[in-house]
């Protein structure tokens, strides 16, 4: 699993160590500093005009959606200047960068140069400038036109045996116009495997929200924020990925809601914010955040959420119609009685220690809740990234249903969401499981016959190209190479293709680990403007609350070569199927609206979409279970019956999460600092509570490998240094992507296939 291939040396990092500088960890999050150091990022990055110009657009009305996370907006606005925070401004600055690689840069540095820089260097080097091709057995890019470059494209997919032998990935920022396109075009050639981002995300969230309450979105929308009595939110770290849900967080407190984290980690966020925006001092808003943390083990929420819901159960017994919601659970519910069955057997002081606690703390969340209606419920990648994440998920809805608290206001499911448009690019249709509905509209709007059978996920699409069954990927953005597990496995499956194309805007590993020849495709970013066609462009973006809302590019792209992703979907589209295609590609590249008719037709919710795009602040797209309907099998809201199963370890070993550190954005790698958790200049880093290190005989500042055993294989990943660190005992923390090559590929969430990349078994061994 380790072995690296001679003629290009470094398929993950660099393992080199920077230099660790330690200082304090952060009592509160954001702040005027921050906003002040991101705003220097951007103008240092982009120049005065350009920075300010394309500050003054994010999130604004008229302007851009933030490339970075899917938090949404306020509702009656879009927000300007004022709403945007220190990474959404640090993405812009990475994407507004005048820094450009054109040919002669890729003349001048090899492959494996360039391979030999860890991400963080990679990523400074800038937006690319020009399609790019590398010769079979070539050591450098050279240039190419977009024509060849479309006919390569086609030559390759149409000499494959079967169109499944081809895979397109998509990640998160695709806009809803280009992913559209992009999934017409993979089902009119005849394949469904389209692996996206999410497979590695909120999959897990999708399938328990789906079986549980009929639709795999989340239900509340920021107001209920406003209404809510409690919020509790599990493995998730909003002041460096979601710093704009603190002000929510904030307002809902300062009305009186009580708010629970529930993480391994006292992320600093969590523990409090000094809003930079609103005048505090006037407001006389207090700047902590959490009125309970439960410093959960890895892993430990389920056990954790069943043990809670025991003593909720006893107290309901005691007191029926008190604690819980019995009308709502009669009337919308199915499953009630097995699940009760269940949880009537568990056995609370050994859940409590599962969960790595006390059962006082158990009793706390217990009383904090008990007699309160209205609960939210937030999560991330701490809960979607283990192998029984949906049953996790699952147990989150059961205990919202106990409560009522799905499809009123104050209440319900936040699946707190990545990419900034993770959610639209699934509506659009990127899914390697397409409903029949999906696949008949298209049949009958489209007149061609999509494939029927079920495509490849991420973890799938590994797997077939490492064993040659698929041998052309494409990748619509992203970094398939830094995201994905096990990075020396998936680098080998990545070899061993023909053809690998990278539509992307800024230089990233998976250029430099490649298909035996390769393309890669710049294209314009959500900060550009899109001459396309007649007009100035704009495209559109659904958030993590189900708003639809368009986003309009204000920089002039820093080269005349870029193309925009539906211009790089129609290229493809028509050198690849030529004449037999029953699709007018190129009336998509005169003018948008014609992609957004077709996306009116095809897809629910979307009905008029010209019009509803245009409104200053969007459009809401149906939501069964905000309305408390649910599009299950029998129109209830399910139970289900979760076991928790927890990894045994032995002595030695620690259950492993890797995270991000404050400095990036998944595999953009800004900075080498995590100012928040008091790291800085380096991120080969682990985090380990320091009663394990006296334990196994380890110290704060060693250097250590770490060691993973899956089903007999072992990984490594050389030269961590030790941070002691307030983490839970048995856990600790790395980086992702750096420690990627430590997830095993099959170490997956039943029933999602998401990599468990937060629940990693390693031991630290000495290092050499
Ligand atoms: N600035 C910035 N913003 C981003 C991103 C970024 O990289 N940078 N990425 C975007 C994307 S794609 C996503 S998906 C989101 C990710 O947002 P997050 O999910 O917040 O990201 P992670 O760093 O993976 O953090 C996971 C959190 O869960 C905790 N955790 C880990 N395991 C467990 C567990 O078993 N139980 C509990 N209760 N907690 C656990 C960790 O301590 C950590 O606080 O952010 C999005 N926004
Ligand atoms: N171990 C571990 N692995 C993980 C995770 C984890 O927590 N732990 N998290 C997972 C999660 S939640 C996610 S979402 C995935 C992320 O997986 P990806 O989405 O594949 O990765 P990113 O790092 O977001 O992709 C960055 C690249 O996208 C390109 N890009 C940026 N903007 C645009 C654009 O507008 N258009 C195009 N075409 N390209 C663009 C740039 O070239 C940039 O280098 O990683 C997953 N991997
Ligand atoms: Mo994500």
Known sequence: MNQKSDNNPAAENPEELTGLKRGSIKKVAAGIPAV??????????????????????LNKKGGFDCPSCAWPDPDDERSGIAEYCENGARAVADEATTKKLSAHFFKENSLHDLALLTDYKINLKGRIAQ?????????????????????????????????????????????????????????EFGTNNMPDCSNMCHESSGVALGESLGIGKGSVTLDDFNEAEVILILGQNPGTNH??????????????????????????????????????????????????????????????????????????SEMP???????????????????????????VQKFSEQAGLDSGQIEDLVRLIQNKNKLIVCWAMGLTQHRNAVDTIKEVINLLLLKGSIGKPGAGTCPVRGHSNVQGDRTMGIYEKPSTAFLDTLENHFQFAPPRAHG??????????????????????????????????TAQALRNCKLTVQVS??????????????????????????????ELQFVSCENSMGVVQQSKGVLKPISDQL???????????????KDRTKIEWNKYTQHYDRIREEIAICVPGFEDYNSKVRQPAGFYLPNCTREGKFDTADSKAQFYVTTPKPLSLQADELLM??????????????????????????????????????????????????????????RIAHHFVIVSYPIAKGCCATYFPEANVLVPIDSVAEQSNTPASKSVVVKLLKGN
């Open 36 to 57: 002040k150091s991101s705003i220097q990022k951007t103008l240092a990055e982009a120049g005065l005009s350009r920075g300010m110009k394309a500050l003054w657009s």
């Open 131 to 187: 399609p790019m091709y590398l010769r079979k057995g070539a050591t450098h890019y050279e240039p190419i036109s977009w024509e060849d470059a479309f006919s390569l494209i086609g030559n390759a997919l149409n000499a494959l045996v079967s169109p499944d032998e081809a895979i397109f990935y998509t990640s998160g920022r695709t806009s809803n116009e280009a992913a559209f396109l992009y999934q017409l075009f993979a089902r």
């Open 243 to 316: 710093p704009r849900m603190l002000t929510a967080l904030q307002k809902a407190k300062a009305r009186g809601a009580k708010i629970v984290a529930i993480n391994p980690l006292p992320e600093t966020g969590l523990m409090g914010f000094d809003n930079p925006q609103t005048v505090r001092g006037v407001l006389g808003i207090k700047p902590e955040l959490t009125d309970l943390y439960l410093p959960v083990k890895i892993n430990g929420d389920l056990a954790l959420l069943q043990a809670v819901e025991k003593l909720l159960l006893e107290k309901e």
């Open 321 to 347: 119609g008190t604690v819980f919601d019995t009308a709502f659970i009669q009337e919308n519910t199915t499953g009630y009685e097995a699940w009760r069955e269940n949880i009537g057997r568990v056995d």
């Open 456 to 489: 490849y996920d991420t973890v799938d699409s590994i797997h077939a190209m490492y064993h040659g069954k698929a041998s052309v990927f494409i990748a619509m953005g992203g970094n398939f190479l830094s995201a994905t597990p096990d990075t020396h496995y």
């Open 505 to 534: 805007t800024k230089l990233n590993r998976s250029h430099l680990v490649h298909g035996e020849e390769a393309l890669i495709l710049p294209c314009l970013g959500r900060s550009d403007q899109d001459h396309t066609g007649s």
């Open 563 to 577: 193309l925009s992703e539906p211009a790089i979907v129609c290229g493809m589209a028509l050198a690849t199927l």
């Open 657 to 714: 999460m890797t995270i991000r550190s404050h400095d990036q954005f998944n595999t953009t790698v800004y900075g080498l600092n995590d100012r928040y958790r008091g790291i800085y200049n380096e991120r080969r880093v682990v985090l380990v509570n320091p009663d394990d290190l006296k334990r196994l005989g380890q110290a704060d500042g060693e250097i250590v490998d770490l060691v993973g055993y899956f089903n007999g294989q072992r």
